[in-house]
């Protein structure tokens, strides 16, 4: 059984278990594995499916990539923000959450890095980032999704960790009710 499947200039193929690169490069595989070699070849081939994929969900362990990002940060001498938001207790938690969901996947960069930690609370961080093009990020989120409360920290200033950066905007959130108490 022989599959062809042209992608733009680029052949692929597989016959009798063989795969095969319309530059000549043929390897010998069983049928079956032929086939989801292609199917592999492809989407490692066009970059927009694997971007679009990436970027789908948040990222499943937000805290390991944190420390993975501040070692970078210390390393090279360079910004970076943490975001923490969420909906607002007055809020319909439900639909601010997928407003949020939505706009955190469509409107971040290809570098920012985001994860949910469960009800509601997500935490964003912004690599590369100093605290006035963070305030700018966070203004153009409260533009698009009402109901949301935020609290931002920096690299090194207010920790040189993970843990410390999101304990930092943490505290700075649970302060914005009381603030908001005091001055009404």
């Not at 989120?141 to 993970?162: H, I, N, W, Y």
Request: charged share 20%.
């Amino acid at each position: 059984m022989s599959r062809t499947l042209r992608l733009g200039g680029l052949l692929l193929g597989t016959a009798g278990g063989a795969f095969a690169l319309a530059f000549g490069m043929t390897v010998v595989l069983e049928p079956l594995l032929a086939l989801v070699f292609a199917a592999i070849a492809v989407l490692l081939l066009t970059g927009a499916l694997v971007t679009a994929f990436w970027r789908a969900s948040p990222v499943p362990n937000i805290s390991l990539r944190g420390e993975e990002e501040c070692q970078r940060a210390a390393r090279y001498g360079r910004s970076l923000t943490l975001m923490v938001v969420e909906p607002a207790p007055e809020s319909n938690a439900r639909a601010v959450q997928k407003q949020l969901a939505g706009w955190l996947r469509s409107q971040l960069r290809a570098v920012d890095i985001y994860g949910h930690l469960g009800n509601g609370h997500y935490v964003v961080l912004l690599p590369e980032t100093p605290i006035a093009n963070a305030e700018n990020t966070v203004a153009r989120l409260r533009d698009k999704v009402e109901c949301v409360q935020t609290a931002l920290s920096t690299f090194p200033d207010e920790g040189a960790t993970f843990e410390q950066l999101h304990a930092a905007a943490r505290d700075r959130l649970s302060e914005q009710p009381r603030q908001a108490e005091q001055a009404a």
